[in-house]
């Protein structure tokens, strides 16, 4: 049932504060469907109000009570009035063993997820690091709205509200967009659009969340072209993926081992080994030599000429006695 047990965790805090100030972020997700809640603090000790707004959204939008709460031991969940507040509305608590993560998985797996993601999408756009918090809220939409879970062919918001969600109006993170500007003081010959950068979808409007670069601020908009035509996704190679340790390898993904060279000696020695093929239409009476010794090349005879010199029972001194020696005198021939 939904609300049996609720994640809750906080990340942070990031060296680059966003637009509003905010350095955490709180994630809070509902074990039954997975769906997930994302909120921004300044500081870890809002994590208690941020809870309670939580919890009067979730109950009123399922009719369910939650049951328990899961977190870690930080301080932000174990002030006295957090405790006090749970004791009141009978929320059981969880808590995970100091330095053992994986207890509390769901929601520090989450956390994970969030962050390369974002990150991903920050360095592939060239967005400011300081848009961190709409990078994260974006993240999010995208996880309960096409996220399916294993063994499951719902989504998270299907799970949650009971129907499906269209996502039809999802634009590419950090592209530029062009804002209808709304002044009512313009002139006739002054641009009626802004440029601007796409920072995803506003949680309280049905519109967009743009950067407007004339303003300098984050302004909401439903009338808003994205420019897309000329992203081409960057091409990542095997290369610049780095190997993670967690992660072992794969017998399949293991370098095949190199074929070892064989001496050059014993290859010249097969390339010499004559054949004891005759072409059919060859007459025989044009063959020179014996038919069993095969067919010499040129470049077999030159191979076997310059090994002559070594055939020699002795090694001449200089170049006369070289001379008087046939197999140093073919050899200084070749």
Request: proline share 4%; with cysteine.
């Amino acid at each position: 049932m939904p609300l049996e047990l609720v994640h809750t965790d906080v990340c942070g805090p990031f060296r680059k504060r966003t637009p509003r100030g905010e350095e955490y972020l709180i994630l809070s997700i509902d074990d039954f469907s997975r769906f997930v809640w994302l909120g921004h603090m300044k500081h870890k000790d809002e994590a208690f109000e941020k809870f309670k707004s939580f919890k009067a959204l979730v109950e009123n939008e399922s009719g369910y009570k939650i049951k328990s709460l899961r977190s870690d031991r930080g301080g932000e969940f174990i002030s006295n009035d957090f405790f006090d507040f749970c004791e009141e509305n009978g929320i059981r608590r969880e808590f995970s063993t100091a330095r053992t993560p994986q207890q509390n998985e769901v929601v520090e797996r989450m956390n994970r997820t969030v962050q390369q993601m974002a990150r991903a999408m920050l360095d592939e756009s060239g967005t400011l690091a300081t848009f961190w918090g709409e990078a994260a809220y974006v993240v999010v939409v995208i996880l309960k709205k096409t996220n399916v879970r294993v063994n499951n062919t719902q989504t998270p918001h299907e799970l949650w509200y009971g129907e499906s969600y269209s996502v039809k109006h999802f634009k590419i993170f950090g592209r530029k967009c062009y804002i209808k500007n709304t002044d009512e003081q313009l002139g006739k010959l002054e641009p009626r659009a802004d440029e601007g950068i796409l920072l995803g979808y506003s949680p309280h409007n049905k519109a967009y969340k743009c950067y407007n670069k004339r303003l300098g601020k984050i302004v909401d908009s439903i009338d808003v072209v994205v420019d897309e035509k000329g992203y081409i996704p960057r091409h990542v190679s095997h290369e610049d993926i780095e190997e993670n340790e967690d992660y072992p390898k794969k017998q399949n993904d293991e370098e095949e081992e190199e074929p070892q060279e064989e001496p050059e000696e014993k290859i010249r020695i097969e390339e010499k080994t004559p054949s004891r093929y005759v072409q059919k239409n060859h007459p025989e009476s044009q063959i020179l030599g014996q038919k069993e010794a095969g067919v010499q090349t040129r470049r077999t005879v030159a191979e076997a000429s310059s090994y002559l010199a070594l055939l020699s029972s002795t090694e001449p001194q200089n170049v006369k006695e070289a001379c008087k020696d046939e197999c140093w005198v073919k050899a200084m021939d070749e």
